[in-house]
């Protein structure tokens, strides 16, 4: 086999005059990659979609993939039928955009959101490649925060807004990204990593106060006194995902956990400071009180959420506008992903959807 790649290679080079370079795949040890970068295959899916669909049989996310949650559910709660306009306020990977798509064309619209540039221009090719030019798709650089500048494409309103508040696989899993304490870089959690404070730099200014308080209201940390003092007094050694994630280790064993009983609070304080860093509360508050102005009279909306401090917001603004008269019903308990999808997909474990109609 590799003497005929080679004869192939040489036969383009006479034919072009020009060598043609042999380049090499990554090598890694052992029999299975193990890095982010070496698994080729998985960020490959266009070559190799055989061996992406094995990985995602044994209920594991490819890397540089995200596999979108609650496909079904959410279809059934927006109504999609051709001929609608809509908006996917968090972009992503474009699994929703993606699948939703298809059921509104032709005559349909859809635009995408994302607050994440690199991620966002990977998606933009990835959906044009599928025949979507910008009549049927567009896309936005920005904060769904701001999703009333999308009223310049659609003035009366939309069908349908969704929006799944979820971190997606591509930033968890992609290490330079900082946001996984499983591979060691520098502490970012910037959903946009062109711009802001990162997490790092958010440790080195915050009060002993201010972070205890954050590890309660963002993640309901139950040590969030100890480690909170311990994290500034070791701040150095929090500007990095391996050493932050050693700080809540060590502290929380002088408390009697064993290493396997940290990996829940070490979760929770990444996540506290990545809600933090990038405003995450706020923006989903300035999302809440926006979607009714945006949506036409009976346009619904679904909203997926992953925490409990996004679910009680939901909730609540759903509850509270219905009873005003604004939303004319809303979904009184939230829809869980089925128990296949939780087997298949076990980051959908803690999705809740919730929907809302406009009166």
Same mark, same amino acid.
């Given at each position: ?184 870089? *520098? ?5 946009? @990593?062109?711009?802001? $404070?990162?997490?790092?730099? &958010? !440790?080195?200014? %915050?009060? =002993? ?61 990444? *996540? ?5 860093? @990038?405003?995450?509360? $706020?923006?989903?508050?300035? &999302? !809440?009180?926006? %979607?009714? =102005? ?66």
């Amino acid at each position: 086999m590799l003497a005929k790649q080679r004869k192939a290679g040489f036969l383009l080079s006479c034919m072009t005059d020009k060598p043609v370079k042999h380049t090499r795949r990554v090598r890694y040890a052992g029999t299975h990659p193990r890095k982010f970068s070496e698994k080729y295959k998985e960020l490959n899916p266009e070559k190799y979609p055989d061996d992406v669909e094995k990985v995602k049989k044994r209920g594991q996310t490819p890397a540089g993939m995200h596999l979108p949650i609650c496909v079904s559910e959410i279809y059934e709660a927006l109504k999609l039928k051709q001929g609608m306009s809509g908006i996917d306020c968090t972009l992503g990977y474009g699994g929703h955009s993606g699948r939703i798509l298809p059921r509104i064309i032709p005559s349909g619209m859809l635009i995408g959101i994302d607050v994440d540039s690199a991620e966002l221009a990977k998606t933009e090719k990835r959906i044009r490649s599928y025949g979507y030019d910008e009549s049927v798709f567009v896309t936005r650089h920005m904060n769904f925060s701001q999703i009333k500048e999308c009223l310049d494409v659609r003035p009366e309103g939309f069908d349908f807004i969704l929006a799944d508040l979820g971190v997606s696989s591509m930033q968890l899993d992609t290490p330079r990204r900082g946001f996984s304490f499983k591979n060691p870089a *520098q502490l970012d959690l910037r959903l946009d @990593n062109s711009s802001g $404070e990162t997490a790092a730099e &958010l !440790l080195l200014r %915050i009060t =002993e106060d201010s972070l205890i308080n954050l590890l309660i209201e963002n993640a309901d940390e139950p040590y969030a006194e100890p480690l909170g003092k311990a994290i500034l007094l070791r701040k150095k050694e929090c500007q990095t995902t391996v050493g932050f994630a050693s700080v809540i280790s060590e502290t929380l064993q002088t408390k009697g956990l064993e290493p396997e009983e940290c990996k829940p609070s070490i979760q929770r304080v990444f *996540q506290a400071l990545r809600i933090e860093v @990038n405003n995450e509360f $706020e923006a989903l508050d300035r &999302l !809440l009180r926006s %979607i009714p =102005e945006c949506l036409k009279r009976g346009g619904r909306v679904a909203i997926l959420s992953f925490h409990s401090g996004e679910d009680r917001r939901v909730k609540k603004s759903f509850k509270g506008l219905t009873e005003q008269g604004i939303y004319s019903e809303c979904v009184r308990r939230p829809v869980r992903p089925s128990f296949q999808e939780k087997y298949d997909n076990p980051r959908s474990s803690s999705a809740k959807l919730r929907w809302a109609v406009r009166a």
